[in-house]
């Protein structure tokens, strides 16, 4: 999922040799500035790019100055981040259809979610689409890598108070929904279930685990078909699934895997990773069912398909 390099090449440029201290630095910090970047835009590339951006800016630093190189490029990350994500805002206006964050495989890289894991949930990651971006950007210091207030004041250039201030905020805007997710276990069960009832077309039993409001979100990109709007009910939703089934998957490899720290269905065509299908389970049942099937945010499941 995130490049690699050795221990004495730029990440940049791999066999270009760097100061070795430098890209050490740089190394032992990457997969936290990743795992900032990404939160905060939920794409792969977006994050790498911000990665890469910080970087550069690393090389061009005056090192000496620096008294703590993972601090100062947090610092950068963070910055170089909230400026993508106002960039990306703008991009998402035009998207077509449906917009989902890019799934990444956490199984193949653990690392990702070892902070705080519901931070990096996908349905997480949709309502964090919501805050302005630097309320994403303290939200995501905070809660998923647990930074004190008064480091994200220093990191976003403002006051301790306003640092608690746009927290406070953010948590309520990621809050609200009720009632509470389910355990990892319950949330396997229920995709099982999904699964089962969907590939039998038992729609009475398929219907069951879905919530009276239940929303399922495909996202296409214009990439491929998809429906180019949310399906919102039970009603609605059922017969979505019971034609997907019907015309595209049901001749498919289906596959559990992991997708941002939860079970998750990928779909496979000829080896190929087709469609990812994951869940938002509350104690009310299935309230999102989000299917990717951009076919440039499945990069990460191919050596997997």
Known sequence: MTSRTTASESPERPGVHVEPGALEAFVAARSQLFGIAYRMLGSVAEAEDVVQDAWVRWQRTDRSVVSNPAAFLTTITTRLAINAASSARARRETYVGPWLPEPVDTAQDPALGAERAEALELATLMLLERLAPTERAVYVLREAFGYPYRRVAEILETSEAN??????????????????????????????????????????RFERYLADTVVARPDGGGKVHASRKELVGVARVSL???????????????????????????????GAPFALLALDVTTRGIEHVYVQVNPDKLGGYAATG
């Not at 805007?173 to 077309?201: C, K, Q, S, T, Y």
């Not at 498919?252 to 941002?260: C, K, P």
């Open 240 to 270: 979505f699934f019971d034609n997907v089934w019907r015309k595209y998957w049901a001749d498919a490899t289906l596959r559990e895997v992991d997708a941002n720290g939860l079970p998750a269905l990928l779909v496979s065509r000829e």
């Open 163 to 204: 640092a608690r201030q746009l927290a406070r905020r953010a948590r309520e805007r990621i809050n609200r929904r009720a009632p509470a997710r389910v355990d990892a276990a319950e949330h396997r069960r229920l995709l099982d279930e999904f699964v089962a009832a969907a590939h039998d077309g038992d729609l009475g």
